[in-house]
Structures are given as structure tokens and as C-alpha cells.
């Protein structure tokens, strides 16, 4: 009787201890806010990514603005390819927005705390901009092709119908890739810690820090970002390898020249763009060369955005003499 006696007393306790562990599991995967860590803990470092994020991000805003404004109110760019060149600003400037203010703000403030809500939103803002600009992209290789290749129909294939069409495809697609991870990471729990090792919310620093199950999250998000490059990659290089054959059947050198002057502003973002996102998710140790990605992110959504609208000004004429006119206008204007 007394030995029953201590069975149960042991049986209780234990019974007690796994229903205290239990409640302890479900207190800690409550987590409501994240601890963002940044770059680095130098106060001095700190200092110069701030002055050179906030320069790099006005520059951003300023020039993919210009181009958007310009798009707009000059006759001479309502044609398909500037259509698609100011979606593609806007899809610039909504990505670096979406990446650098927040730790703009954090570098300020000191305020590294961001809460789960805002860091899904934040995630899926970043990679919706992010994969809508690969297939973007791949359907402004689409319309050099058909400008270069089928010049006689170009007006009639690319209508502006067709333009829409395209673009909101790309919105489209870009919704369609991000929704299978996106699902899948609502499902994470978060229990013993909340500090995520990057300047923003990004996929792979967050499974590190979940205690789910993450194998199906990491080969799903891992999948669909090898599947998006891939896809628009083999659509952008069967474009240019029809152009580029289309181009050294020109007669002479001068049409050879003007032809490829029209792409080359589109070629140089591809390759910017395409090669530093290949590293990152194609690149077999990149997932433990934790400085190595957050720098190249950091590259990606602040140095790109503000590249790729000098990109498109410098090497296009129409460009620059849509904007010396718009500031000839402004001068006049003032003037009155």
C-alpha cells in the first residue's frame, strides 16, 4: 500500500512537471516582436551606412521618380518599351522602400524591435517587388525582341492592350510564386528566440530562429526563387539570342550600332540584376556566409534601384532630351 502510494506520488509529479513544460512551450512560441541586428554594432560604422543608405535611397527615389514622371508628360516616350520602363521604376522604387527606411529607422532610433505583423508584411512586399521585377524584366526582353526582330509589326504586336496585359501578368506571377512559401511560413512558431540576423525580415534568417519544422518551408522558398531565375533567365536569353542573330544580319554597321544601342541599357540591368541574386540563392554555401548575403543584400536593394534609372538616362538620348526639355519647360515656367 505504501509502495502504490509513492507510484502515484511519482506519476503525479511527473504528470505535473509535463503539463508545466507544455504550458512553458506555448508561454515562449508566443513571440510578437523580432530583434532586427543589422550590420554591425560599431557606432562609427553605423554612422557611415546611414549617410550612405539615406543618400543612396534619395537617389533611388529621385531618378526612378524622374523617369516616371518623364514617361508621363513627354509625347515622345508613350511607347511600349518606356511602359515598361516605368513599371519597372516603380517596381525600384517600391522595393527599396519596402528595404531601407525601416533600418534607416532603426540605425536612428537605436530601435531594432519590429513586430511579426510588420515583418510578414515587410517580407512579403520584398519579395512580391523582387519577383515581379524578374518577370518584368523578361517581358522588356520580349518587346526588344519583337522592336528589333519584327520592327514592321512591332505597333501592332505591342499594342498598348498587349502592354497591360503583360504587366499585369508579371504583378500576377510574382503573387503566384511568393503564395506556397508565403502559407507555409504564416504556420512557423517562434519559441526560444526572436533575433533575426539581418538589416530586415528575410526568409532563411527566420527559419533559422523557428522551432518548426522548416525542411518543406526552406526547399519550397529555395524552389521557387531557383524556378523564378530560371524561367525569366531562359526567356530573356532566347530573346537576345534572336536579337543578337537579327542584329549581325544588319548590312551595315551604322543599323548594327543603333540596334544595339537600344538594348544595351536593358542587357546591363539583366546582368546586374541576374547576377547578384544567382549568388545568393544558387551560390551552395551561401546560406552559411551570413555577412556575405546580408552585404549583397544590401547592395541589391539600395545600390540597384539607384543604378538602374543613371542606367537607363545616360545610355538613351530620348531620355535625356525628354528631360532637358522638361527642365527647359520648368525654366520658362519660373521665369513668368
Known sequence: MYADNIIYI???ELLHMQNE?????????TIT?????GLTDDPELQVLIFIFLFLTYLLSITGNLTIIALTFVDPQLKTPMYYFLQNFSFLEMSFTTACIPRYLYNIATGDNIITYNACIMQVFFTDLFAITEFFLLAAMSYDRYVAICSPLQY????SSRVCRRLVFCCWLAGLLTIAPPLSLGLNLKFCDSNVVDHFLCDAFPLLKISCSDTWLMGKTVLICAVLTLILTLMCVFLSYAYIIK???????AQQRKKAFSTCSSHMVVVSITY???MFIYMNPTAEKQVTVNK???LLVSSIS???NPFIYTLRNKQVKKAFNNSIKRIASFLKK
Open 10 to 12: 511519482i506519476v503525479s
Open 21 to 29: 513544460q507544455k504550458s512553458s512551450v506555448m508561454k515562449n512560441c
Open 305 to 307: 534601384p539607384m543604378l
Open 275 to 277: 547576377g547578384t541574386c
Open 33 to 37: 516582436t523580432f530583434i532586427l541586428l
Open 246 to 252: 537579327t542584329i549581325l544580319g544588319f548590312p551595315s
Open 295 to 297: 552585404v549583397l543584400s
Open 155 to 158: 505597333v501592332t504586336i505591342m
